[in-house]
């Protein structure tokens, strides 16, 4: 990886037994820890900071500012003095996707924290003897002496396309829960990512909209020529509207596409210029320009651009991921009704849902795909009873930090989303602005109860800040009601001569037969060709990522070779 944060609990000796300083570009000692950092970025207002002083070592890793009345010069500097003067208040107060880690010589302590919404992941390990920690899975994984498999974790993968909660596919490698911190000998929760809602004199709408504005103004100074991942949707063109100077605007699909056409003229609007990066191999291809970035845990085919990055030409890059969770309810179960033979969702909040109903549905979970991967596979699991028992422990896990099912749904969604690659890797190319972290909208998302984070309220606000921002709608939904938009797309699938919506995302199965992928990838395993291309992609992701660790030889992956993962 170009970007990377390296650390151990102890001195710089200990550091060196298992990274050499010379592979970071900082190496920064305290009285407990000491932790590497390598970012070319580094000391970039709004990045990656370290400071070491009479008073202990702070790093600060990947996006952060700091308070407007604080001096921003050096992020890492503000934190750790803030942190010697106030406690936790300090990391209440940081704002952005990090890690942070400090070292305080007046508090005497030391430890790793993420931001409230774990976007930057933190994996560690006691194997050595001593705790580890890194930003690279399989950096931190070097270190395990005789790593064993993490049996549950690899079947969540294989299943749901992302593994559950704290664990990794092995069983010495943990990563940080959601808004934590880690220490030398334990793992404390902190307390910035929990629900409070407010009922009363909190305008959701006039909150949001302020709250967007200077969330975008404090991202418009990152530096040098910037670019968007633009889509046709809502999300990402509330960027475009308000930051002046973003030069590119960049799309995954054929140039005759709905969503391309309908990204180029919201470019056009906002007077950027914009590329359409047609869909061919490199779009599904799982090489290194992507597994890396899955540590292991979701899948790679979320990093849609990464096969085009050399051809992206900006030094900041700007996306809209998760806005559709934290301000338009991604993960809440709404009422349906019957269209015409589909559950289509309505306005309304279902009153009474089934959590883990929910969560299979918006993890994307195919109950047939799992039986025909279970007949192919050596892991003897009945699916349906595994994926609904996973589930509804790691709700139970995130309950505590809801006052009611439907936020401890979009919790759980949160500390797992599967998405999360997509910025791994762009973080790791360019510097990159993570605007649904920022803490003020997080705040809005835990204060805005259920019934008021929807698509309406969303499209309130931007229009607040723009007025103009849907001249020119998203292909696929013409109307403001989703019911409206369901029916007309139903009718255009079933009508002829009239042209149907396409979706947003290039179809993987077409692309996957073109390339050739089955010839390609499992000549071996001639046995998972039945199997959709979205689960033969995710066997691909997990045996390649561990093949990262040592080579093609390395032992942990006995149990992960061809011969003993798929059956005959």
Not at 237 to 252: A, C, Q
Request: proline share 6%; net charge negative.
């Amino acid at each position: 990886m170009n970007r990377e944060l390296f650390g151990v609990f102890g001195d710089r000796e200990r550091f060196e037994r298992f990274r050499s300083s010379d592979e970071f570009d900082a190496v920064c000692s305290g009285p407990q820890l000491t932790v590497g950092i390598r970012d070319s970025d580094l000391g970039t207002p709004g990045w990656s900071a370290r400071y070491s002083g009479d008073g202990g070592c702070c790093v600060v890793w990947g996006e952060a500012y700091v308070p407007d009345d604080a001096d921003a010069s050096n992020a890492a500097r503000w934190l750790l003095e803030r942190y010697a003067a106030a406690g936790r208040d300090a990391l209440r107060a940081l704002n952005g996707s990090y890690l942070a880690v400090i070292d305080c010589e007046s508090t005497a302590e030391a430890f790793v924290a993420t931001d409230p919404v774990r976007s930057r992941e933190c994996f560690y390990t006691d194997d050595p003897g001593v705790r580890i920690f890194g930003t690279d899975a399989a950096a931190v994984g070097r270190t395990i002496t005789d790593p064993t498999p993490d049996r549950n974790g690899i079947l969540e993968y294989l299943h749901l396309g992302v593994i559950l909660g704290e664990k990794t596919a092995v069983e010495q490698l943990r990563r940080l829960p959601i808004d934590s911190r880690l220490a030398a000998d334990e793992v404390d929760s902190l307390d910035r990512f929990v629900y409070r809602p407010a009922y009363e004199g909190f305008d959701y709408v006039d909150e949001l909209a302020g709250r967007l504005e200077r969330a975008l103004r404090r991202r418009a100074t990152l530096p040098g020529r910037k670019g968007v991942l633009l889509s046709a949707g809502y999300d990402s063109r509330i960027i475009l509207s308000r930051i002046d100077d973003i030069e590119h605007s960049y799309t995954v699909g054929s140039p005759d596409a709905q969503e391309v056409a309908g990204a180029k003229r919201v470019a056009a609007q906002y007077d950027s210029d914009h590329t359409a990066f047609p869909p061919d191999e490199r779009y599904l291809r799982p090489d290194e320009s992507k597994l890396r970035y899955s540590q292991g845990i979701k899948e790679s085919l979320h990093i849609h651009h990464a096969g085009y990055t050399d051809e992206i030409d900006v030094d900041t890059m700007y996306h809209g991921l998760l806005c559709d969770t934290f301000f338009r309810g991604h993960f809440t179960a709404s009422e349906t009704v019957d269209v015409l033979g589909k559950r289509v969702p309505v306005s309304h909040l279902d009153p009474d849902p089934n959590p883990v109903e929910t969560l299979l549905e918006k993890f994307g979970y195919s109950r047939e795909a799992s039986l025909e991967l279970i007949e192919r596979t050596t892991f003897d699991v009945d699916p349906e009873s595994f994926v609904r028992d996973a589930i509804a422990d790691e709700f139970d896990a995130r309950r505590a930090r809801a006052d009611g099912v439907q936020n401890a749904l979009a919790c759980c969604g949160i500390a797992n989303q599967p998405s999360i690659p997509f910025h791994n890797h762009l973080s790791d190319q360019f510097v990159t602005s993570f605007l649904a972290t920022d803490r003020e909208l997080l705040e809005w998302h835990l204060r805005a109860p259920p019934e008021h984070r929807t698509t309406e309220t969303f499209l309130r606000a931007c229009k607040r800040l723009d007025d103009d921002i849907l001249r020119h709608r998203p292909p696929d939904r013409p109307h403001d009601s989703t019911l409206l938009n369901e029916v007309e797309g139903f009718v255009r699938r079933k009508t002829p001569f009239l042209t149907a919506f396409e979706p947003p995302w290039p179809d993987r199965e077409t692309l996957f037969d073109r390339y050739d992928f089955d010839q390609r990838l499992f000549a071996d395993l001639e046995h998972v060709s039945p199997l959709p291309p979205r689960h033969k992609l995710r066997i691909v992701d997990l045996r390649r990522w561990l093949e990262s660790w040592d080579g093609p030889d390395a032992h942990v992956l006995g149990w992960l070779r061809a011969e003993e993962l798929v059956t005959a």
